[in-house]
């Protein structure tokens, strides 16, 4: 008789169709929109982005394809519900056969709003959540010019809803878009603060990805190789922005984004969420903030795991034990936001220790985020937390 075997557990792993990486890829933008037909281009940037000329290249390519191009330039950093409703009132006028989004996380999570809003009507705000959009949206190809969000690899896209000042998101498969083009030349301009800024949206989100409990093995693999390439080249990046450490940061952050796009992130982000609306920081730079204090909470979560994150940032870990080896992986974090000279405390960025049991309430309300994260966390976990990041 045979012996009943455990159950195996089942891994689900999504990506867009394709994903085109390399020094001038963008330049095959147009041949990659004829392969997916029509004739009609939305084109979503943002204002900064189009007096570089790299949204130029972008409609002359499609125009020689044969594309009539519109362009949207109205994104802002940080989007809020009002600009996604623009986008997709705007979309929806011409009834456009395919999106292209170059730019920023915020640009290329617009783009996939103008998509997903040509085949699903109504108010953006509807669509809020998790799995609430119902049809495919239009094809759209995404180009990123940061090396941070992961977006163009992502079924998300965040807005903020000012009143509430809540991050929030539309998520759902149809939001995937169908090719991603990833070419590290469009982040050759990229000014030193924004590279420091969403290369540490890169590395919590590769971090997050190792902690979630959503995590697996081809998600772990990925995220740790996501570490390694952005602690070696975001230094570099930040302060001579060369070809090869753009590269290295364009690579870490597309996998990075194929991680956590899977694993999804956890109490980091969520810890961001508490007050970058409030106060008004970057996405990227209260990640970057909330990370080492976050890692070092969540460490003893993943003991086997830590020994891979230490040998990826080249940490002597034989002498140390499981918990040294989690404060060694913090300390390295905090040694790499002093390089890029980016704020390590809250008060760093006025924000009055006086808010801190406010900010432990408003970290409980997101609860889908801390459900990924491995440890429990209670009002008082959550009050200390913030005094150590204060």
Avoid at 366 to 389: C, G, H, Q, W
Wanted: proline letters at 6%; charged letters at 20%; hydrophobic letters at 40%.
């Amino acid at each position: 008789m045979l012996k009943s075997q455990p159950t195996a557990k089942i891994h689900s792993f999504q990506l867009p169709k394709k994903i085109l990486f390399g020094v001038k890829s963008s330049e095959n933008v147009g041949t990659e929109a004829k392969a997916l037909g029509g004739k009609k281009a939305f084109l979503v940037t943002d204002k900064n982005l189009e007096k570089t000329g790299i949204p130029a290249k972008i409609e002359e390519s499609l125009v020689s394809q044969g594309f009539e191009v519109n362009l949207f330039d109205a994104v802002e950093p940080e989007p809020v519900l009002e600009i996604a409703e623009n986008v997709a009132s705007t979309a929806r006028r011409k009834k456009y056969d395919i999106i292209v989004g170059v730019g920023g996380g915020s640009v290329l999570d617009m783009a996939k709003v103008a998509a997903m809003s040509l085949t699903n009507p109504g108010p953006m705000r509807n669509y809020v959540g998790v799995d609430l959009v119902k049809n495919p949206s239009v094809p759209s190809i995404l180009l990123p010019t940061t090396a941070g969000t992961g977006s163009e690899v992502t079924n998300v896209a965040v807005l903020t809803i000012t009143e509430d000042e809540l991050k929030t998101s539309i998520i759902s498969p149809h939001m995937f878009c169908n090719v991603a083009i990833v070419d590290p030349s469009l982040t050759y301009n990229l000014p030193p603060r924004l590279t420091a800024s969403t290369g540490l949206d890169a590395l919590s989100h590769a971090l997050e990805a190792l902690i979630s409990v959503n995590a697996n093995p081809i998600t772990d693999s990925l995220a740790i190789k996501a570490v390694k390439l952005i602690f070696a080249n975001l230094p570099k990046a930040y302060e001579s922005g060369d070809p090869e450490s753009r590269e290295g940061m364009c690579l870490g952050s597309l996998i990075a984004g194929m991680s956590f796009g899977n694993a999804g992130v956890c109490l980091g982000h969520a810890a961001a969420y508490t007050f970058a609306v409030s106060y008004k920081v970057s996405h990227g730079t209260s990640c970057g903030l909330v990370l080492p204090y976050v890692f070092r909470f969540c460490a003893s979560s993943i003991p086997l795991k830590l020994p891979k994150i230490a040998e990826s940032l080249e940490i002597e870990t034989e002498n140390l034990g499981l918990e040294e080896t989690g404060l060694a992986i913090s300390d390295a974090i905090l040694g790499l936001m002093d390089k890029l000279q980016m704020p390590k405390r809250l008060r760093d960025l006025n924000i009055p220790r006086r808010d801190v049991p406010k900010l432990a309430e408003k970290l409980l309300t997101f609860s889908r985020l801390i459900k990924r994260t491995p440890n429990p966390l209670s009002y008082n976990d959550a009050v200390r937390l913030f005094e150590t990041m204060w």
